[in-house]
């Protein structure tokens, strides 16, 4: 009996190790309990890159399961069961599947196993866990093999695999046809999102060289709010109280930054400030804005078909949206001609209106606004751009994520108006960077310049009073 009781943990420790590879994100270290009792001492388990063959196996045997299990049952009729009734149907299918092929797995990874079975059928299969992990922002595959997440603006590997690329793209099929979408050779590259509201790219081959590219953009189920950033030391008190301040008022905001600098959650988190009694129009590619009034409509942009017509674009749904009596519009990011069309809506009566655009400082974002507005191929001047743009933008808000991973508010600046064709700009707040510690985190600190900006007189017409102390540079904000 001894012989046998001894020689057990033998076969169990590779099966263990190849399971951390599988569900890396739900349990990255598997301790076993009974170690201490065993003697001599259980050997360490063996990492999986060192085990492939084991682990390929494992990974096999679940997509072969999956194959099977949607063969011999009504996945529909499934589906509509209670989650703990249906977990308990597909445990008692794989329980006889993992007899009859003779898999060494104890009672916790058998539990796994069936939590990542039941991913393949109604999620989406290895990925599905770094989908629930709240830490996670990111998602990116780079091809079945290779997937890396972000984890607190740091980028880090993980060992979930794939187990092959048409596996991959099972999913990716999956993903795009429940929003509508598809992707294959002829239509290469796809903007969706998932269920869940996740912004989702694609790009597949013969675009994609090495197989199949997904960048997930996880959606916030509680969305950051002015509070937490500023916990967070993305901005200061001072600065979000005047932000709240210049959207009450009805001061049109412009969010540039870098992507992943966090302009689709300041956005997020200024339109809390918008009053629940006016109508909102969102635009976006891939609806993400998560606006908490009662009175918003949403729209989102549409690709071709397969015959190359039908597509629909954010400069047609900003014409349409002036024809809904909004009294803001919202632009979740300007990128094209519609820029010419949203600043239009800003000098018609629509103050307020927000958008996002790509750039690294202030005066960069005015210049990416005058370059899109030209793509719109309208006879204008650059002297009348230019004035377009000074009536109908008063603040712009820049944020970038440092080298440390966070992100931060490093400047606000104020328009205030046109001179001899140069847009003017004042500064209002700054982050100054000072060094970086020894762990690699950017130090630093934010600052008042000593400017008042114009649009305080908006703000007291408003019944909104600003301190002088906040545009003191000598006050520590």
Same mark, same amino acid.
């Given at each position: 009996?001894?012989?046998?009781?001894?020689?057990?943990?033998?076969?169990?420790?590779?099966?263990?190790?190849?399971?951390?590879?599988?569900?890396?994100?739900?349990?990255?270290?598997?301790?076993?309990?009974?170690?201490?009792?065993?003697?001599?001492?259980?050997?360490?388990?063996?990492?999986?890159?060192? +085990?492939?063959?084991?682990?390929?196996?494992?990974?096999?045997?679940?997509? @072969?399961?999956?194959?099977?299990?949607?063969?011999?049952?009504?996945?529909?009729?499934?589906?509509?069961?209670?989650?703990?009734?249906?977990?308990?149907?597909?445990?008692?299918?794989?329980?006889?599947?993992?007899?009859?092929?003779?898999?060494?797995?104890?009672?916790?990874?058998?539990?796994?196993?069936?939590?990542?079975?039941?991913?393949?059928?109604?999620?989406?299969?290895?990925?599905?866990?770094?989908?629930?992990?709240?830490?996670?922002?990111?998602?990116?595959?780079?091809?079945?093999?290779?997937?890396?997440?972000?984890?607190?603006?740091?980028?880090?590997?993980?060992?979930?695999?794939?187990?092959?690329?048409?596996?991959?793209?099972?999913?990716? +099929?999956?993903?795009?046809?429940?929003?509508?979408?598809?992707?294959?050779?002829?239509?290469?590259?796809?903007?969706?999102?998932?269920?869940?509201?996740?912004?989702?790219?694609?790009?597949? @081959?013969?675009?994609?060289?090495?197989?199949?590219?997904?960048?997930?953009?996880?959606?916030?189920?509680?969305?950051?709010?002015?509070?937490?950033?500023?916990?967070?030391?993305?901005?200061?008190?001072?600065?979000?109280?005047?932000?709240?301040?210049?959207?009450?008022?009805?001061?049109?905001?412009?969010?540039?930054?870098?992507?992943?600098?966090?302009?689709?959650?300041?956005?997020?988190?200024?339109?809390?400030?918008?009053?629940?009694?006016?109508?909102?129009?969102?635009?976006?590619?891939?609806?993400?804005?998560?606006?908490?009034?009662?009175?918003?409509?949403?729209?989102?942009?549409?690709?071709?078909?397969?015959?190359?017509?039908?597509?629909?674009?954010?400069?047609?749904?900003?014409?349409?949206?002036?024809?809904?009596?909004?009294?803001?519009?919202?632009?979740?990011?300007?990128?094209?001609?519609?820029?010419?069309?949203?600043?239009?809506?800003?000098?018609?009566?629509?103050?307020?209106?927000?958008?996002?655009?790509?750039?690294?400082?202030?005066?960069?974002?005015?210049?990416?606004?005058?370059?899109?507005?030209?793509?719109?191929?309208?006879?204008?001047?650059?002297?009348?751009?230019?004035?377009?743009?000074?009536?109908?933008? @008063?603040?712009?808000?820049?944020?970038?994520?440092?080298?440390?991973?966070? @992100?931060?508010?490093?400047?606000?600046?104020?328009?205030?108006?046109?001179?001899?064709?140069?847009?003017?700009?004042?500064?209002?707040?700054?982050?100054?960077?000072?060094?970086?510690?020894?762990?690699?985190?950017?130090?630093?600190?934010?600052?008042?310049?000593?400017?008042?900006?114009?649009?305080?007189?908006?703000?007291?017409?408003?019944?909104?009073?600003?301190?002088?102390?906040?545009?003191?540079?000598?006050?520590?904000?």
């Amino acid at each position: 009996m001894l012989g046998r009781f001894t020689k057990r943990p033998a076969v169990a420790a590779p099966a263990v190790a190849e399971r951390e590879e599988l569900v890396e994100v739900r349990a990255p270290v598997i301790e076993l309990e009974a170690a201490p009792e065993i003697s001599p001492p259980l050997p360490e388990p063996v990492p999986a890159p060192n +085990n492939p063959l084991l682990s390929a196996k494992l990974l096999d045997a679940k997509v @072969r399961l999956h194959r099977r299990l949607i063969e011999e049952i009504n996945l529909s009729a499934l589906e509509k069961l209670p989650e703990a009734e249906m977990r308990k149907h597909v445990s008692g299918l794989v329980s006889q599947y993992i007899v009859s092929e003779r898999l060494a797995l104890n009672a916790r990874e058998l539990e796994e196993f069936v939590a990542e079975i039941l991913d393949e059928m109604t999620g989406l299969g290895p990925i599905e866990p770094l989908l629930k992990d709240p830490t996670v922002n990111d998602i990116l595959i780079n091809g079945h093999e290779c997937v890396y997440v972000e984890r607190l603006g740091v980028l880090e590997p993980t060992l979930v695999r794939f187990k092959d690329e048409a596996h991959l793209l099972r999913i990716i +099929n999956k993903i795009v046809s429940a929003v509508g979408r598809r992707v294959d050779e002829s239509q290469p590259l796809c903007d969706a999102r998932l269920l869940d509201g996740s912004r989702i790219n694609i790009a597949v @081959r013969p675009i994609a060289v090495d197989g199949p590219l997904v960048s997930i953009r996880k959606f916030s189920k509680k969305p950051f709010n002015l509070k937490k950033l500023v916990e967070m030391n993305a901005i200061r008190p001072q600065m979000a109280e005047l932000l709240a301040a210049a959207v009450k008022a009805r001061v049109t905001l412009i969010i540039s930054g870098g992507t992943g600098s966090g302009k689709t959650t300041m956005l997020n988190a200024l339109s809390a400030f918008i009053s629940e009694k006016e109508r909102l129009v969102t635009i976006e590619d891939a609806a993400e804005l998560q606006l908490q009034q009662p009175h918003v409509g949403r729209m989102e942009t549409r690709p071709p078909n397969i015959e190359g017509k039908g597509e629909i674009r954010q400069r047609e749904l900003v014409k349409n949206a002036l024809r809904m009596r909004p009294d803001r519009v919202i632009l979740g990011e300007c990128r094209g001609e519609e820029a010419f069309d949203m600043l239009q809506a800003m000098n018609t009566g629509h103050e307020g209106s927000m958008a996002t655009v790509h750039a690294n400082s202030p005066r960069d974002a005015i210049s990416r606004l005058e370059q899109m507005i030209g793509m719109a191929g309208l006879p204008m001047t650059v002297s009348s751009i230019r004035g377009q743009i000074a009536a109908a933008i @008063r603040v712009i808000v820049q944020l970038q994520r440092l080298s440390d991973g966070k @992100r931060r508010i490093t400047s606000i600046a104020e328009i205030t108006g046109l001179e001899s064709d140069i847009i003017q700009m004042q500064e209002i707040y700054k982050y100054v960077r000072t060094g970086t510690a020894s762990d690699g985190s950017v130090e630093g600190h934010f600052q008042a310049t000593g400017v008042r900006p114009r649009f305080l007189n908006d703000l007291i017409a408003q019944g909104i009073t600003i301190p002088g102390t906040y545009f003191d540079p000598s006050k520590p904000l």
